[in-house]
């Protein structure tokens, strides 16, 4: 029997019973460097643990180099427990997620964001919704517990491949989205969307240009997040091709940023906006980090706030109702699509909104407060003990109050800070915002400081 599901604001893991050497979930799938923490015996452990539970599993991979390796390892558990596995190969994950209804669950390696020496696993459940913290949890215990039977030698599990999720994903996207005529500069950062968006917005009847757009696991182009600072090659390009609008994605595809016609970044806080103001009517999810800007925007609509994570965002959304959520980190979730973050949807949605104003008008019309972030790198092994320092120096702020849902929400008269340790790196992120510049600044400082203090 399992134990109950943490509550929020609880850290998921280490769970009771599970040994922290093998507590790898974070807020996104299990992430870590490839060959050193991401190993192919412990893929071939998950594979064990999610064959046994969930029996056929479809399984692709973003271009990363160890990729291959461990997709092989993944299937060489499922199928030594009796599981099936069908290959998609190289894909996107919202293309993977989208093709799991018609499996026990979906399966992508990938490490998203993170740089080309990183890899890792997000497992997805049929409705195109990330594994929950339950199943998660189900999935450590196997792990640690490793009392899976191996199957004899004429009920290994079947192989197969398909090719056709890919084809699914642009038709689907096309259907919803109508056509459009502008130019478009894509930059894919040699990641698993280049199959996709550059297509789709073609479709369309688009002018596209296309960055990046080879699948390569050195990453040559860019680091694979899209990060204003990252994407200085596309904020040119916009502008010198006279461009109307840059698209960005991650590694993966389930992230999706913007640049506008004069090369201007326009990143997940702004976009998050845009979407709600078009989507959310019966209500809005997004994480701790959102802008409290959404709260002023959408009078009598519902905001609610979730862990960072998209699946606490889907997990949300399904308990609520509501038509949309988001994050500023550049995941979108369309219910009416999928319950997987699509960023080449977002991106096709975003270019069919540009059809008649351009995006500066946009934005125009969507209060943005000036939100400031930054990181601190800690050694993961102090992390227990760093969180009760990072306790105390939250508590010497004087905030108005002190939120725990996610790390440490301070809300202060004029705006907020949010100290929390990130899902898929080392690090404390810390994140203010205030309705204008100089206040953002003075909060993050202090706040800053204090976590800096902490970590020592």
Same mark, same amino acid.
């Given at each position: ?24 979930f974070?807020s996104?799938?299990?992430r ?19 064959g ?15 990729g ?8 060489a ?19 993977l997620a ?14 998203s ?20 913290g ?6 450590e215990?196997?792990?640690?517990a ?5 199957a004899?030698w ?10 056709d999720?890919?084809d699914?994903?642009?038709a ?5 989205v ?6 478009v500069?894509?930059?894919?950062g040699?990641g698993?969307?280049a199959n ?6 073609r ?12 699948m ?7 680091d ?5 600072e ?8 916009v502008p ?10 991650d590694?993966?595809g ?16 702004k ?6 103001k078009e ?22 609509v519902?905001v ?6 998209d699946?606490?965002?889907a ?6 109702g509501?038509?949309?959520?988001g994050e500023p ?10 319950m997987c973050?699509?960023g080449?949807?977002?991106a096709?949605?975003?270019?069919? #909104?540009?059809? $008649?104003?351009?995006?500066? !008008?946009? /934005? &125009? ?5 000036? +939100?400031?972030?930054? @990181? #601190?790198p800690? $050694?993961?092994?102090?992390? !227990?003990? /760093? &969180?009760s320092s990072?306790?105390?120096? +939250?508590a010497?702020? @004087?905030?108005n109050?002190?939120?725990t849902?996610d ?5 202060f ?5 949010l ?9 404390v992120?810390?994140?203010?915002e ?5 206040r953002a600044?003075a909060i ?13």
């Amino acid at each position: 029997m399992l134990d109950a599901p943490p509550r929020r604001g609880e850290v998921l893991y280490p769970a009771p019973g599970i040994p922290a050497r093998v507590a790898h979930f974070g807020s996104s799938g299990i992430r870590g460097l490839a060959n050193a923490e991401i190993t192919p015996e412990l893929l071939l452990d998950v594979g064990r643990a999610v064959g046994v539970e969930y029996g056929n599993v479809v399984l692709g991979r973003d271009p990363r180099l160890s990729g291959r390796m461990l997709a092989s390892a993944f299937t060489a558990g499922v199928l030594s427990v009796g599981g099936g596995v069908c290959d998609a190969g190289l894909v996107s994950t919202p293309t993977l997620a989208r093709g799991a209804r018609d499996y026990g669950c979906g399966a992508v390696i990938t490490a998203s964001h993170n740089p080309g020496e990183y890899n890792g696993i997000k497992l997805w459940n049929p409705d195109g919704m990330a594994f929950t913290g339950e199943q998660q949890h189900e999935v450590e215990r196997a792990l640690a517990a490793k009392d899976w039977t191996p199957a004899k030698w004429d009920a290994v599990g079947r192989f197969t491949e398909r090719a056709d999720l890919v084809d699914r994903h642009r038709a689907a996207i096309l259907k919803a989205v109508g056509s459009a005529s502008l130019h478009v500069v894509v930059d894919c950062g040699c990641g698993a969307t280049a199959n996709v968006t550059p297509y789709v917005l073609r479709e369309m009847g688009c002018r596209v240009t296309a960055l990046n757009a080879q699948m390569d696991g050195h990453f040559p182009g860019r680091d694979p997040e899209p990060t204003e600072e990252h994407l200085a090659t596309l904020r040119a390009a916009v502008p010198a091709l006279g461009a109307d609008v840059g698209i960005a994605h991650d590694g993966d595809g389930d992230r999706m940023v913007a640049v506008d016609a004069k090369g201007a970044f326009v990143g997940g806080d702004k976009l998050l906006a845009v979407f709600a103001k078009e989507r959310a009517r019966k209500g809005l999810v997004v994480p701790v980090d959102a802008s409290m800007a959404l709260d002023d925007m959408l009078p009598g609509v519902p905001v609610y706030r979730t862990r960072v994570g998209d699946v606490y965002v889907a997990q949300e959304m399904k308990r609520r109702g509501a038509d949309f959520g988001g994050e500023p980190s550049g995941t979108w979730i369309f219910p009416e699509q999928t319950m997987c973050p699509d960023g080449p949807f977002a991106a096709a949605y975003l270019v069919s #909104l540009l059809r $008649e104003r351009t995006l500066k !008008e946009i /934005l &125009a019309a969507i209060p943005a407060y000036p +939100v400031v972030r930054g @990181a #601190l790198p800690f $050694e993961a092994a102090k992390r !227990e003990s /760093l &969180a009760s320092s990072l306790s105390k120096a +939250v508590a010497g702020l @004087a905030a108005n109050e002190v939120t725990t849902l996610d790390g440490w929400r301070l809300a202060f008269d004029d705006g907020w800070a949010l100290v929390r340790f990130s899902g898929t790196e080392p690090k404390v992120r810390v994140t203010a915002e205030a309705r204008d510049l100089a206040r953002a600044k003075a909060i993050y400082d202090r706040v800053f400081a204090a976590v800096q203090g902490a970590v020592g």
